[in-house]
């Protein structure tokens, strides 16, 4: 009789080996030595039987696919008899399934062996055996969506007092005339762009914002939900819409008096003068302070000449001029007999009614951009453009009958502020256009990675993407994000909304640093939407290319994000100087006593290393590590550029070094204010909600506070044992979410023909 | 005599500090309460001059504009003598101009009481005084480029043994005939692309890597440099050349046998059968064991029937299908007389000479994409499609004369493991022309970041934004990344081009993590690029939208970067485990002997907190610190899993809960292996570059330590002193490296033709 595993079941001990090392290619040459060795070994075997060993290892001649089949039957019936600790178990359980092949005696002795060469052969038992289990359950596949709370609640949560204007946006953008536009030839991508404008504006949401006598609804906080909500469908389209009837109107409406209004804002509201706003040049952008365009007083005429003096002084970007603009808002130096009075805004006409340039006005068309392309951005060139007195916008600023200047702030650098400070608006309609765009990218990817099956345990099915932990932990995060930054969006809206003089700067340290905060929360969600859809993120009729590029400019317009985080962390230092007062040895020492009493109350070894989970649930734990945090970073930045000014450094120099602690400084003080308003919503939400309300609250703070540990060890705030258990509640909270993540998205209610193919046609559905 | 500043000199030790208010908008109320008290308390003002002061801080009544000019003349002049402190000293100076307004005795009283007002105004003084001086020189505007190094020697360096090809395909992308298509009409870029990829065929270089009876030149090294240099001009057509020359022509050079090459590697080198590589199904992506298309064998006609047995198993994505492909290597599973042999790989014709699809296949086109839009990637659907018995791509597997299945890897996981493997030269062409896209990036930005000029000290010049060092941050830690990937990648190709039996796990795991490693490096590179270029980065025209656009699929296909980068960490784990074979409380124990050791000797408080410039800066500091990361990571894996596993988890779900911790193993392992491999070439590198690589070394280092500073401060590996030290060291080393920056770009020596018109028109220069 031939020796086989069959006959001579005493070999059977090697088998489960043997058979892992083909199946899962491990078996290298140290491998087969091990092996050898081991079969060398048994006196146990006769020399037949170890030949016959050897040949089942042979790297020359390696088992046939009907001999692993074979082999593979026998462990799994051993498998469906017992369930065993390592493959040495195994293996004995086959060979003595039929007869006690192997005493106890046996065993012990052979036992360490076998062990020992599982051990050589870097077999990590349990996986061993699971892997070789045909299928089984496991918690990864079983996790799945759940409808833990009314969407219709959260929707409402979310959409709060302008529900109905939200739906009357929505329906609108879900009919028929707004379906995508697939062409990628721009003049026609253009002009669909601007037939969206003007059915909007039909509908009277173009002069939403401006006062009733002159054709608008005096509502503001409307015009900029407007804005959000159709962020769900093109974004070009929020963009031309935003420069239309939000800086070119609003430049009027702010910059203006009554003769502009009764003049210029009706036409404007139903886009029958399509304008701009032309403030950035090519060489000054971030710093418009220095802008070059100069608009000279003429008293004989009473008239203005608008002109660009150097090449680089051309206006630059400005949107819904290439094509279609009647007249821009131009800021431009007021020069009244050689004297400069600083940047103020005029009127200037630059194409007559049938659309032809007028004469002294150049205009050279941007082309083709990343994104955009719906919007006709313009290159603007003034050779001594005369325009009458009254296209002077002059509530800040007037030239008087003697041909005077007035105003009533002397300071240029303040009126120019005040200027800007009325167009604050613009920051804050942008950080909410950003979020819709979030929020669809991240209901594409998320609906799409529910669905999306690949891998799975062995001889199991395929589990979906979103079931595992590092996707879950590339997505939920943004997720959580939303909430929080839609909170404070919310938030900043109505601060602006019910503004006082003496808000006024902090309001425009907010809305730039959210501007920013969301911008860039978009960017890298969006991205890791793309990423998270695979090959199908980067179709083009998946939206996520568009809702990326179109969104991409958003870091730069209406602010470099990073220049307006440095403005941020100036107010903030501004307000702790005022706080302070000067930087003497007994400030410095009363302040260095309070840190140290937060020291002793925060940083004792109890809290430092406690990870108890309430506590790192804890809202007033978050609260006060938000603060520690932008607090330190504030007073040591006083402190930092005292020194290096002291040390001699110029105060520009010592700015320099300052500006990467600065941006920390703005981060700091956005993530305490986004905590603390997504802490208020909490208290007030109703109560189905709060579950699931909290789990998204607790995700936003101790993703920050993971995302800023390195800063919290450096300082003696937490130690290793309390940012390693938070990491482990990050994962956990993001395991937890994915449950809800679906309904989630759902609640944001946006329109089915906004979203994508790859989640509207169930497209993974198998 | 009517009392003015001018009459009534004492008045002027407020006339700095009322300036000021006005001058900075900082006369908030709480301001101006601290500025009248002041004047109510001076004895030595009457009624009358307290009255003046008071109505020059009139909230209601601010000075005019001539008033604040004719102020400032008083400081001016009192600044060209005397240079003070603060704007106490200023403001006694200015009063005692003339004469002694103030004696000694005076001014020690009046003094702390002015300081005092300072203080509470918030002023900083030395910033105020320099605020008020007109120009000044800094550090900040005299920094610039210099050019320290020879940029020739450099590209010498860089460009190595292939320094030939490497020029003449400069030298073809640099011709008219391949200037960029801006048409946006995809019709019109696809056959732009394929014309460009002719004129690249008849120059021999389709063929270059196929052998010299073939028509090619033997040379694979030479067809990565190709890609990598073809990458600088339009990724598309490095797409279209790579899935033409690469992927099509290789899987026949690799899976097939000499009758393939006979019949098909001439006439795919030459372009005469366009084809393409058909893997990826809608279904499995990541997943390809997992591939659903079958190709039964019909033993009478000795045929294989190729079948799309449900729609979700279509082909997707396919380059080169969607319009020009003839036929593809298409991935199915053999089945044999109703059994399934795993994947193997055939050539299947899909359309006839002139371009008609064949019976029994259909091709949708995937349409409009995020990038790589000159490339026609098609959907395929195949009907059972009968093809010829010699169709099979044979080498590792055949079918018999017999009808049975052959073959010398009987594990169909390691079988296809084995396909897979021949192909991963895909895995070193695409991190090649991934880092090639950020160089032309970073060329762009930083070149333009050295003439583009924002901001600058009071009265000075506009300083160039790479002076900034929140710039140089953004920029400067790429530059040094793309040295270390570049001399990573050469590595990588070098260990390919020898590699051996023994070497291949490893050259896999090191493609795969490379690949990932480059491709989200550019993505990351890119976008800083796009966002410090502002408006003008956004232009189509100046190439950063194409180059994002079409890279950013890159971290996608060939393998998604994050499941490849759980592969790199398998093989990790793998070697770790071979090493330590079990896990058993031995091993354990020796380990955690050898970790103590390690902790002896670089963890002991000397070490942690060391701070030295030269530690800092030593090699063998930051290879001991990249390893200790390393090991620790991978053991800690193991120790974790082990745990997880033995607390009764599903191996499946450990696996789950360890992936992002996988991810670190893999991070940790590249960037050791890119530490190594730069640390050899300076070593080797002409002394004169010694300099300026070490610098971008250094950086290199630095910020890899920096960007996992919280990891060391949890473990204790450092201490808050070293982490902090390290940041400053960082901001140091980008300042350095932004003088250099400028030749270090131009080294790249990326044809003109190929970069953007903001940085080769002088556009800012004024």
Known sequence: ?????????????????????????????????????????????????????????????????????????????????????????????????????????????????????????????????????????TITNKLKTVESFSKEKMTALLDGDQAAIINRVKKIISQPEFAFETSTDITVYREKVLEWCKILAKQGFGSHAYPKQYGGAGDIEGYFTIMETLSYHDLSLVIKFGVQFGLWGMSVMFLGTEKHFEKYLKDIGTLDIPGGFAMTETHHGSNVKGLETTATYNHKSRSFTINTPVPFARKEYIGNTALHGEMVTVFAKLIIDDKDYGVNAFIVPIRDRHKNVLSGVRIEDCGHKMGLNGVD???????????????????????????????????????????????????????RSALAAAKTGLTI?????????????????????????????????????????????????????????????????????????????????????????????????????????????????????????????????????????????ATIFSYVLDQAKTAVTEKNPFATRNTDDSHLKDPEFHLHAFQYREKELVSSAARRFKRLVDDGLDTFDAANIMHPHMLQIAFAYLDRVFLEQFQLQLKSADESLKEVLTRLYNLFAINKLQENKAWYLEQGYMEGVKTKAIRKLFSQLCWEIRRDAVPIVESFNIPENCLAPIITTNSEQA
């Open 1 to 137: 009789m031939n020796i086989t595993f069959l006959n001579d079941p005493k070999l059977n001990i090697l088998l489960p080996v043997i058979y892992l090392a083909w199946q899962d290619d491990i078996l290298t040459k140290e491998e087969y030595t091990a092996l050898n060795d081991f079969i060398n070994n048994q006196d146990n075997f006769s020399k037949a039987e170890k030949d016959f060993l050897k040949s089942k290892i042979d790297l020359n001649n390696p088992p046939g696919r009907s001999e692993l089949f074979f082999w593979k039957d026998l462990i799994n019936k051993a498998l469906n008899n017992h369930k065993p600790e390592n493959l040495t178990e195994l293996g004995f359980f086959i060979a003595n399934a039929d007869r006690s092949t192997y005493s106890k005696e046996d065993i012990k002795v052979i036992e360490p062996q076998l062990l020992k060469l599982e051990a050589q052969l870097g077999i990590i038992s349990n996986e061993a055996i699971s892997s070789l289990c045909e299928t089984h359950d």
């Open 377 to 431: 951005n313009g290159v603007i060139y003034f050779d001594n453009v005369v325009i009458p007195y009254d296209n002077m916008l002059d509530r800040f600023a007037q030239v008087n009958e003697k041909g005077e200047f007035e105003t009533s702030i002397p300071s240029d650098n303040r009126r120019f502020f005040t200027m800007l400070g009325t167009l604050v608006g613009g920051r804050i309609g942008i950080p």
């Open 445 to 585: 990817a998320i609906k799409y990675g529910d669905n999306r099956r690949q891998f799975g345990p062995n001889g199991g099915l395929e589990v979906p993407v979103l079931n595992y932990r590092i996707h879950q932990q590339r997505l939920m995060p943004y997720l959580a994000n939303t909430f929080a930054i839609h909170f404070g969006l919310q938030y900043l809206t109505k601060r602006f909304m019910n503004r006082t003089e003496d808000d006024m700067q902090e309001i425009e340290a907010l809305a730039a640093g959210m501007k920013s905060y969301s911008t860039w929360n978009t960017r890298d969600a969006l991205q890791e939407c793309r990423e998270a859809c695979g090959g199908k993120g980067y179709l083009s009729e998946n939206r996520i290319d568009d809702l990326k590029n179109d969104t991409e400019i958003y870091t730069t317009f209406e602010g470099d994000n990073t220049v307006l985080m440095q403005l941020v962390a100036k107010n903030r230092l501004g307000e702790f100087r005022k706080q302070f007062s000067e930087m003497n040895i």
